[in-house]
């Protein structure tokens, strides 16, 4: 059985009072010394932790392990710094071979495996959270539309229906899974922004990570401008308005998010491109520029106007619903919320010139906004769109 560690070596500088004084006691012998103070060339140098995978400065790394990973210690006498890290590195290998054998293979529960091994269930975590980094992500062989691409990120239009990144590493059929095909060995997309599954348009990845830290930066200093086209239910008072209303977690529990005092600031400028009447029911075709990030935001806030998005499985009113099969003056559905992320602009990571991306809405918008003769407010938006800033 292992040895409390302050009793097996002699304690860096720092540990308790009592086993300090045992070790002025007894540190007479060269090797004793030379462990409790490293000489100066070793001051600098950064050993590998194998527990958190972190470079610790030499003269902490022994104190850092029984911190960090105390069942890496090795056994016996310290050996010295550098081997202490090489038999750590062993000692993990084997260490997560058998954390995954039981985790895996016998099916115990985080917390039965850390209870086995006597290791904490934090350890057990990271050990399983590694293991799965491990596993290559899945490409799939399906072409992408693509608005720009250069050295530093790739823009494109994400058709709808399709989440913008799998749920596990070991599953395809995302907007990722696509790009990671089309980068072949060439980049590592980085991702900056996301788009709910079912919204179509403009999506940014950064082929770096410098330049996903660019890019992300302007997004958290909302330097990004975002504009979004949505078919609505309703009649709005005003051809532009603001939406500022915070959001947060619906009190109904599920996905679903709401406008609440307890919420986080959002707000969201809109303006009413087209208006029309659908038997009796009227509809818009709006505009939305997000100012913050909040999820599902512009589709809560649009609901909170009174203009709720056609198709939204979660904010559009039941009596707004078509039936099953759909009565003639059934609102269409397009089997999804009619969202369109139109326009995206920021400042180039290398350049540093504004750059604007637009994406035309999508064909089963286009089919929609006819249907309920809109189609006009969309081509003025479209229009608009293509003579921003660039
Ligand atoms: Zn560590």
Redesign the pocket.
């Given at each position: 059985m292992q040895q409390p560690f302050c009793r097996t070596y002699p304690p860096s500088r720092g540990l308790s009072d009592e086993s300090s004084q045992a070790t002025r006691a007894t540190a007479t012998g060269s090797a004793e010394r030379q462990s409790s103070t490293p000489p100066p060339r070793y001051q600098k140098k950064k050993l590998f932790?194998a527990?958190?995978?972190?470079h610790?400065q030499y003269f902490k790394f022994r104190r850092?392990?029984t911190v960090?990973?105390p069942d890496l210690l090795p056994t016996g006498r310290w050996p010295g710094e550098e081997q202490a890290s090489d038999a750590a590195r062993t000692a993990e290998d084997i260490k997560k071979k058998e954390v995954l054998r039981l985790r895996f293979e016998i099916g115990l529960t985080e917390e039965q495996v850390a209870e086995d091994l006597h290791i904490t269930t934090t350890r057990v975590r990271s050990m399983v959270r590694k293991a799965s980094l491990e596993i290559p992500l899945v490409r799939d062989a399906i072409p992408l539309q693509v608005i720009y691409e250069d050295e530093w990120m790739l823009v494109v239009d994400k058709p709808p229906g399709i989440r913008f990144h799998p749920k596990h590493r070991f599953e395809g059929g995302s907007l990722l899974n696509r790009v990671l095909y089309h980068f072949q060995d060439t980049a590592v997309p980085y991702i900056v922004h996301r788009l709910d599954m079912d919204t179509s348009g403009v999506a940014v990845f950064a082929k770096s990570s410098h330049a996903a830290n660019l890019i992300s930066e302007q997004f958290r200093q909302k330097h990004v401008q975002k504009e979004y086209v949505a078919l609505c239910a309703g009649a709005s008072v005003a051809p532009h308005f603001q939406v500022d209303a915070p959001i947060g977690k619906s009190p109904h529990g599920g996905i679903a998010m709401a406008v609440g005092e307890t919420g986080k600031a959002a707000c969201t400028d809109c303006s009413v491109l087209a208006t029309g009447n659908w038997h009796g029911q009227p509809v818009a075709v709006v505009s939305a520029r997000p100012h913050t990030g909040r999820t599902h935001q512009i589709r809560v806030h649009l609901a909170h106007a009174g203009l709720p998005i056609l198709g939204d499985p979660i904010y559009l009113p039941d009596e707004l619903r078509a039936e099953d099969p759909p009565r003639e003056t059934d609102l269409p559905d397009a089997g999804r919320h009619a969202l369109h992320a139109a326009r995206l602009s920021f400042v180039h990571p290398s350049t540093e010139q504004r750059m604007t991306f637009c994406a035309p809405l999508s064909m089963d918008l286009q089919g929609m906004a006819s249907s309920l003769a809109l189609q006009e407010g969309v081509q003025e938006f479209c229009d608009v769109i293509s003579h921003y800033d660039s």
């Amino acid at each position: 059985m292992q040895q409390p560690f302050c009793r097996t070596y002699p304690p860096s500088r720092g540990l308790s009072d009592e086993s300090s004084q045992a070790t002025r006691a007894t540190a007479t012998g060269s090797a004793e010394r030379q462990s409790s103070t490293p000489p100066p060339r070793y001051q600098k140098k950064k050993l590998f932790c194998a527990g958190c995978e972190k470079h610790v400065q030499y003269f902490k790394f022994r104190r850092h392990l029984t911190v960090c990973c105390p069942d890496l210690l090795p056994t016996g006498r310290w050996p010295g710094e550098e081997q202490a890290s090489d038999a750590a590195r062993t000692a993990e290998d084997i260490k997560k071979k058998e954390v995954l054998r039981l985790r895996f293979e016998i099916g115990l529960t985080e917390e039965q495996v850390a209870e086995d091994l006597h290791i904490t269930t934090t350890r057990v975590r990271s050990m399983v959270r590694k293991a799965s980094l491990e596993i290559p992500l899945v490409r799939d062989a399906i072409p992408l539309q693509v608005i720009y691409e250069d050295e530093w990120m790739l823009v494109v239009d994400k058709p709808p229906g399709i989440r913008f990144h799998p749920k596990h590493r070991f599953e395809g059929g995302s907007l990722l899974n696509r790009v990671l095909y089309h980068f072949q060995d060439t980049a590592v997309p980085y991702i900056v922004h996301r788009l709910d599954m079912d919204t179509s348009g403009v999506a940014v990845f950064a082929k770096s990570s410098h330049a996903a830290n660019l890019i992300s930066e302007q997004f958290r200093q909302k330097h990004v401008q975002k504009e979004y086209v949505a078919l609505c239910a309703g009649a709005s008072v005003a051809p532009h308005f603001q939406v500022d209303a915070p959001i947060g977690k619906s009190p109904h529990g599920g996905i679903a998010m709401a406008v609440g005092e307890t919420g986080k600031a959002a707000c969201t400028d809109c303006s009413v491109l087209a208006t029309g009447n659908w038997h009796g029911q009227p509809v818009a075709v709006v505009s939305a520029r997000p100012h913050t990030g909040r999820t599902h935001q512009i589709r809560v806030h649009l609901a909170h106007a009174g203009l709720p998005i056609l198709g939204d499985p979660i904010y559009l009113p039941d009596e707004l619903r078509a039936e099953d099969p759909p009565r003639e003056t059934d609102l269409p559905d397009a089997g999804r919320h009619a969202l369109h992320a139109a326009r995206l602009s920021f400042v180039h990571p290398s350049t540093e010139q504004r750059m604007t991306f637009c994406a035309p809405l999508s064909m089963d918008l286009q089919g929609m906004a006819s249907s309920l003769a809109l189609q006009e407010g969309v081509q003025e938006f479209c229009d608009v769109i293509s003579h921003y800033d660039s």
